[in-house]
């Protein structure tokens, strides 16, 4: 039966209420449409608005601890439903000013919790066995500014790397020695290296590991590195656009594929995204590697080598 008082009370701000309890921001894990808060006794939760407006949250630690504010009210403070109306009754329309505001939380369409649940256990991997070992990439360039906090490590000692629309995280690329996976139930977006105000380029490649493998063999302060993924799926077109569209002015956008049929694809997916930009001031190049399939299997084979400079010349489209 419908109740609009607890109606009511799943619209207010999860993150304020759970501040009152201890709770803060974790600034650094959060990303757009979802907010991680930490207690100082360990518990650590994650918290969105569905669709419908309603605020909602999951522990971690716990997967039993999860619903909405009456669900974290019930469980924190050991209350019946009552008791939690006369907790919450003062929160609908106001807020303590002791507590801080934070900016509006989006609305997340698509219900994402178990890709978030099992994404929000998972650690950064500013150095990883299989990523240095196997592929080569040196865990300088996983702990440097670029790629800190978007390369995470499972329980399975998985290379992790986040896929993220403009709702947030989506699903994650997932590899290791003879496996390559994706999440279950997420979907692919765009995997995307952290970015500054100063780059002027941006490099797509086909995954995550090639992208990495670019940035050692072409080291570059000023570039950022995004990968697909692979086959592209239908949203993902409109999400190298709007990366492309927010680069600042007369920026190279490079598409570095795989050195076959996949790759000249995968070219033309990104060479037409840009193009739907509606940036004239855009540089489109096309760089694939020479002698070798993919990125890495260049890096494999002359690992101790790195070029301190941009790739001579890409060829234009």
Not at 9 to 28: E, M, P, Q, T
Not at 96 to 108: D, E, R, T
Not at 255 to 276: H, I, N, P, T, Y
Request: a neutral charge.
């Amino acid at each position: 039966m419908f109740d609009p008082e607890l109606e009511a009370f799943k619209n207010i701000d999860l993150r304020v209420y759970a501040a009152s309890h201890g709770y803060a921001i974790d600034a650094h894990e959060s990303w757009r449409g979802t907010a991680v808060m930490r207690h100082t006794a360990g518990d650590k939760i994650i918290i969105k608005r569905d669709s419908d407006g309603h605020y909602v949250y999951f522990s971690v630690h716990d997967d039993s601890d999860h619903g909405t504010i009456i669900d974290f009210t019930k469980r924190r403070i050991g209350a019946s439903l009552g008791a939690v109306r006369k907790e919450l009754r003062p929160w609908v329309g106001s807020v303590s000013s002791a507590i801080p505001a934070y900016p509006p939380l989006p609305k997340v369409a698509k219900d994402r919790l178990r890709v978030y649940r099992e994404f929000a256990r998972m650690q950064d991997a500013p150095k990883h066995p299989y990523l240095e070992r196997e592929r080569c990439i040196p865990s300088s360039l996983l702990c440097s500014e670029r790629f800190l906090g978007k390369i995470k490590i499972d329980d399975r000692g998985n290379a992790v790397f986040p896929h993220f629309d403009a709702e947030g995280l989506t699903g994650y690329e997932l590899k290791n020695r003879n496996f390559t996976g994706f999440a279950s139930g997420g979907v692919k977006a765009l995997w995307i290296s952290n970015t500054k105000k100063d780059d002027d380029c941006m490099v797509f490649c086909e995954s995550a590991i090639d992208a990495l493998s670019y940035a050692v063999l072409f080291p570059d302060d000023h570039t950022s590195y995004a990968s697909i993924g692979g086959k592209p799926n239908g949203v993902q077109p409109e999400l190298i656009r709007a990366a492309a569209a927010r680069m600042r002015a007369s920026s190279e956008i490079t598409a570095a594929m795989d050195a076959d049929s996949g790759g000249q694809q995968l070219v033309e997916v990104v060479r037409k995204a840009v193009a739907m930009s509606g940036r004239a001031d855009l540089h489109f190049k096309i760089h694939e590697p020479e002698g070798f399939k993919d990125w890495n299997d260049e890096l494999k084979a002359r690992p101790q080598q790195v070029i301190s400079r941009r790739p001579e010349e890409p060829s234009v489209a």
